[in-house]
């Protein structure tokens, strides 16, 4: 093991400025990413305009905050750096709408690298297509950088027609403020499974899977399902929370010994990891793109399903009725927060 990082980190002081200051940046969409990285830049001093649709009702708030706003096709046309900040799923056909504005030397700008890495926009070859993705979501890459901070970032080149594609993604790294936490360099491939398998085999499907099928032991053994929804959701964040803060370690000290013999001697019997490997594998091999892109081609049906039996689900129900108990908590909470948040 080493003490070292496997990858350089990249901050403010390692970014000329210059490859960004005579830029035009596009920004498509006004979402989460997309509201915060306008807004930022814009107060780095770089020239922006916000590429939304007519009838987009994101069009009033961007306005407001005072940015400058042109149908994506437009603003595409003018602007040198095009940032794909709408969702996923309708990339390509915003691709399709701006693809006229991409001139030779331009920048085709991602935050995610699904489209590219399995195919689904094909840019020509005279422009540089670049990652800038922080990772965080968009409220705090703005709130940070309000107060002078930043959050962490990654950026990547899948195609340097330029030259200058590495060092603009960190000139426009830190004008949205990431270098002041820290950039470190990836590759779209590298990006795109590790964020997928994550999301699919941790985060967003491991986790709810191990507090379902927890609650769900508890209550077919029995027990009441508001013991089981505190043991088996509630707590999840205390814990969590400790991981966040100080690895698992600090979690392992904080809890009884009783918890910390039964949890390392017991937790692995229920991870599965051939299933694990099994949802990597589909990652690279594309399986699972192939599948999401039919099924959004399908109108998701397989999608509304999932969701509606989630919803349904007793832990649902139960989780609802006893957050009420908190709703004085959280009240107390906002009231304590600074008037910048
Ligand atoms: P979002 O869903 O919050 O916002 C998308 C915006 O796109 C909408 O607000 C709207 O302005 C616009 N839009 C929606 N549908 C459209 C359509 N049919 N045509 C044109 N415009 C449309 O999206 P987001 O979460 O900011 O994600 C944007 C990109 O950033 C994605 O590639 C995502 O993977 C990436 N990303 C997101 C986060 C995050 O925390 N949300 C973090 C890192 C990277
Ligand atoms: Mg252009």
Same mark, same amino acid.
Not at 36 to 62: E, F, Y
Not at 143 to 152: A, Q
Not at 169 to 183: H, I, P, S
Not at 278 to 284: C, K, N, P, R
């Given at each position: 093991?080493?003490?070292?990082?496997?990858?350089?980190?990249?901050?403010?002081?390692?970014?000329?400025?210059?490859?960004?200051?005579?830029?035009?940046?596009?920004?498509?969409?006004?979402?989460?990413?997309?509201?915060?990285?306008?807004?930022?830049?814009?107060?780095?001093?770089?020239?922006?305009?916000?590429?939304?649709?007519?009838?987009?009702?994101?069009?009033?708030?961007?306005?407001?905050?005072?940015?400058?706003?042109?149908?994506?096709?437009?603003?595409?046309?003018?602007?040198?750096?095009?940032?794909?900040?709408?969702?996923?799923?309708?990339?390509?056909?915003?691709?399709?709408?701006?693809?006229?504005?991409?001139?030779?030397?331009?920048?085709?700008?991602?935050?995610?690298?699904?489209?590219?890495?399995?195919?689904?926009?094909?840019?020509?070859?005279?422009?540089?297509?670049?990652?800038?993705?922080?990772?965080?979501?968009?409220?705090?890459?703005?709130?940070?950088?309000?107060? /002078? &901070?930043?959050?962490?970032?990654? !950026? #990547?080149?899948? @195609?340097?027609?330029?030259?200058?594609?590495? =060092?603009?993604?960190? *000139?426009?790294?830190?004008?949205?403020?990431?270098?002041?936490?820290?950039?470190?360099?990836?590759?779209?491939?590298?990006?795109?499974?590790?964020?997928?398998?994550?999301?699919?085999?941790?985060?967003?499907?491991?986790?709810?899977?191990?507090?379902?099928?927890?609650?769900?032991?508890?209550?077919?053994?029995?027990?009441?399902?508001?013991?089981?929804?505190?043991?088996?959701?509630?707590?999840?964040?205390?814990?969590?929370?400790?991981?966040?803060?100080?690895?698992?370690?600090?979690?392992?000290?904080?809890?009884?010994?009783?918890?910390?013999?039964?949890?390392?001697?017991?937790?692995?019997?229920?991870?599965?990891?051939?299933?694990?490997?099994?949802?990597?594998?589909?990652?690279?091999? /594309? &399986?699972?793109?192939?599948?999401? !892109? #039919?099924?959004? @081609?399908?109108?998701?049906?397989?999608?509304? =399903?999932?969701?509606? *039996?989630?919803?349904?689900?007793?832990?649902?129900?139960?989780?609802?009725?006893?957050?009420?108990?908190?709703?004085?908590?959280?009240?107390?909470?906002?009231?304590?927060?600074?008037?910048?948040?």
């Amino acid at each position: 093991m080493t003490d070292e990082f496997t990858t350089d980190v990249h901050y403010d002081d390692d970014v000329d400025e210059s490859y960004i200051e005579d830029r035009t940046v596009a920004v498509l969409g006004y979402g989460s990413q997309g509201h915060a990285q306008a807004q930022n830049l814009d107060d780095s001093g770089v020239d922006v305009v916000v590429g939304l649709r007519n009838s987009s009702s994101s069009r009033a708030a961007a306005e407001e905050d005072g940015l400058r706003v042109a149908t994506p096709a437009s603003a595409a046309a003018e602007a040198d750096i095009i940032v794909m900040l709408v969702p996923d799923t309708v990339q390509p056909a915003v691709y399709d709408a701006i693809e006229d504005g991409l001139d030779a030397g331009d920048t085709l700008q991602f935050a995610h690298g699904f489209n590219i890495h399995y195919g689904q926009i094909e840019p020509s070859e005279d422009v540089d297509v670049t990652m800038v993705a922080p990772k965080s979501p968009g409220h705090l890459v703005r709130r940070t950088y309000e107060r /002078g &901070e930043g959050t962490p970032g990654l !950026i #990547a080149v899948e @195609q340097d027609a330029t030259g200058d594609a590495r =060092q603009e993604a960190l *000139a426009y790294a830190k004008a949205v403020g990431c270098t002041r936490a820290g950039v470190i360099e990836t590759t779209f491939q590298e990006e795109v499974e590790t964020d997928l398998f994550g999301e699919q085999a941790v985060l967003c499907g491991g986790v709810t899977e191990m507090v379902k099928v927890g609650f769900e032991t508890l209550v077919d053994a029995g027990y009441s399902p508001e013991m089981a929804y505190f043991e088996c959701l509630n707590e999840l964040k205390l814990i969590v929370d400790l991981m966040y803060e100080g690895g698992h370690m600090e979690m392992w000290n904080s809890v009884s010994d009783t918890a910390e013999y039964g949890g390392l001697t017991r937790g692995e019997e229920v991870i599965d990891r051939e299933g694990m490997e099994t949802i990597l594998e589909a990652v690279q091999n /594309g &399986e699972f793109a192939r599948e999401w !892109i #039919a099924e959004n @081609q399908a109108n998701r049906p397989a999608y509304k =399903q999932y969701r509606g *039996a989630e919803q349904d689900h007793e832990i649902e129900r139960v989780g609802a009725r006893l957050r009420e108990l908190f709703a004085w908590d959280e009240a107390a909470d906002k009231h304590e927060a600074p008037a910048d948040d």
